[in-house]
């Protein structure tokens, strides 16, 4: 059988894969993207825009709520047509997935993609569904993850739901339990409840978004619960109920519900690869192990990168992964980057932020706290947006900044601003020395720093003036 | 006559004169507040609070709009009480008037607050309207500022309106003619006009809201003006119209309004303090020359804060002055501070943004200009706000960030992230080593930075990874 050769093979044409096809493009290889799947990024099909795209919707349905306050009548007058709805939402994921077939995949030279899965022959020789066989010099393993749906739950699969299929809907719902609470759950669920679903959120752990601070994660469940029923602590189990809905139970609670949306996390697309030819260990995920620094597979010519590396399943650093696979893929020597300081934000209402280390990860001897309640700041009283709470993490003995988490309003720019902080290693003086502008919720982040200030040893370290010394 | 001895005597209980006095009084330090006007500051009664508050109101009454997109329907059955609306506004602001009383004025004992005005006899030598004499080791001038109205609009002094008198409105009047389209004007021009107001907006000048960089200001008009009519470039003249009604003209424009609203800048609160006193020379506003960086008046143990100063008439700034007045005016040794890094916000939707150097300010032979449209990016068009233009200066030889000015949306906390990036003199390419969250508004900044780094020279000054060089 005739063998094509090439310099680098991607297998996996999502973001990560085009980020390193994009890489090795420009460094003059040969290179070939496989991928037997559906066109399109995770991120735009069924993950960050689509998401996003009904949590504004949701947003703006559930906000007159609080019109009357401000003099607006006519509120109730408001109705919401979820087909409608829906339809918009697909419009404009369409809209997202086409932009990226056409800046990405669309103007491919046929030799350039195959739309086929692939499994390892040998560390650098692919075969095809379809038989064709390939070999590289290098490999990129870029196919993705897949939502988890327990195999105990296959029986109800024509009632569940996950990402794969809620963006398909042509209607919601009217009742759902979301089970699993992290980033997608909460997201997912409370847009859905927003949108007039009866929906239950249902998590074994004791907090939600991912949340390590006991503090702040009870103001996000107060806050969130306020709106939807939140079962925390037991598992969810899933039965049949009465007239072909679905019975879920969880510790003392229980619900029938129509639909059931399964948010439990996702795993990674490896089956098929064969990945026994590769020889090398793997995880418990069954992730084979590799530097995050450089993606490299121990010292194969074959690098993994996005979701299934299961390091940071985030389109930001899937970008990472994929430029960093692409880079070393085409060359000799292999580079080890630096990762970007860890940023997660839950776009729930409030948001919910974790940047750099998570309270779990710090040792409270050597770790200062730093407080701000939402319900003071000006801004969020006016905004009618006065929840959450933030909490900001400084080395006692040195003030330089480590970590926060926060469930507050505008978190999703708090945690750029605190990102870049932590990243340019500034202590709680340095920071105080920014202009916080009144009023603005960033007046938050900076109560919280004074308060985290007050309690580090080293009030002036580095080039700051006296000002906040005062 | 006797004279009453004391180390500090502020002059004005605002902002500025509130901060100064609790740095003088930290100090241990005998003070006397003597303030003669209306008790809170102007911030709170008519500056930063309120205006926020009917900001908040008409954004909220005008987002309807586009809920059609969105499937929800029966926007047209909305109806807004203007009369609730001012009321509201009226209760957020006495709430944080009543904050700011209670927290800095309420307790004071009597002798440390004279509800006075008061003028200089000598450089420490004051007199009360009453005839109290007043000795003091230092004073610190925190009188504020008032807005202007010229001269020859005075005869339709009953039909303008300031924002002295703007948020005791009991309703808003049905036609107002906006002259002056800085922060303020553009702030409440863009509220009254949301919520009904036929408002007609002009300004002499060829650009709105301080923005000096010619494209940036062409963005702004262009989205602002499809709202509203914004005439420019030419002066405002009031005249007496038909029926009780005003006739405001500028250049081929006029229309007959029931109100004009006069946002033309405002001018410090110095004619009562017989200033001549001091002996030292004034700006061409009347302001006595000073430090901006200690506050003091010439050689004199008399400092200025706030307002007052024209320096930078924003709280923060006027509470740095005062903070730094108030240090000052407690000891011997005269400390000069650092000023905070330019950062200015007008909240108009989408906001308009200047941080750092303006444009103006730059020299475009060695500046390097990365802009970035709002309309490609993904979450602008999923909120609905995709308008507005961002550019970001940077030193092309260095790459060192300078400055930037934009119209975007959630443009007040992309503000607060160029602010520190400046404050810390990062380069372009240090920035872009931030972790960009998919998708916010803040990948729209990360866009310009981009077009930005293609035109530096300096493309990794400091210690940054590689990561944005692949």
Known sequence: MEVRSIDIAIIGAGSAGLYAFSKAKHS??????????????????????????????AEDFHRPAIF???????????SIDLAETMEYVQD???????????????DLPPEQLIESNCKFLEPTLLETDEGERIRANAVIIATGSTPIVPKAWHR??????????????????????????????LEIGQAMHRLGVAVSGIDQLQTIGGISDPKVAHAAIETIGKELPLWLGHP????????????????EHSVEVDKVFASLGRRPNLDKLNLDVLGVPCNDKGIPEHNPNTMQIGDLPVFIAGDVSGNRPILHEAGDEGRIAGYNASRDQ??????????HITFSDPNIVRVGASFAELDPETTAVGAMRVAPVGRALIMARNRGLIHIYADKASGKLLGCEMVAPAGEHLAHLMVLAISQQMTVGQLLQLPFYHPTMEEGLQAALRDLYRQVQAKNAGPITELEKL
Chains 1, 2 share one sequence.
């Open 68 to 78: 009357h306050r401000f003099g607006i009548a006519g509120r109730e007058q408001l």
């Open 156 to 185: 109800f699969r024509d009632r569940i739901l996950t990402t794969d299929e809620f963006f398909e809907l042509e209607t919601l719902p009217a009742s759902v339990a979301v089970i699993g609470l992290g980033v997608i759950g």
């Open 334 to 343: 292999i580079v080890a980057f630096k990762r970007r300081t860890p940023l």
């Open 92 to 106: 404009t994921r369409d809209h997202f997935v086409d932009q990226v077939l056409t800046t990405s995949i669309d």
């Open 28 to 57: 003059g290889k040969s290179v070939v993207l496989i991928d037997g799947g559906e066109l399109g990024t995770t991120c735009c099909r069924v993950g960050c825009m689509p998401s996003k795209a009904i949590i504004q919707v």
């Open 236 to 251: 969810a189990e899933i039965s049949e109920g009465a007239n072909g809905k679905l019975r879920v139970t969880a510790g």
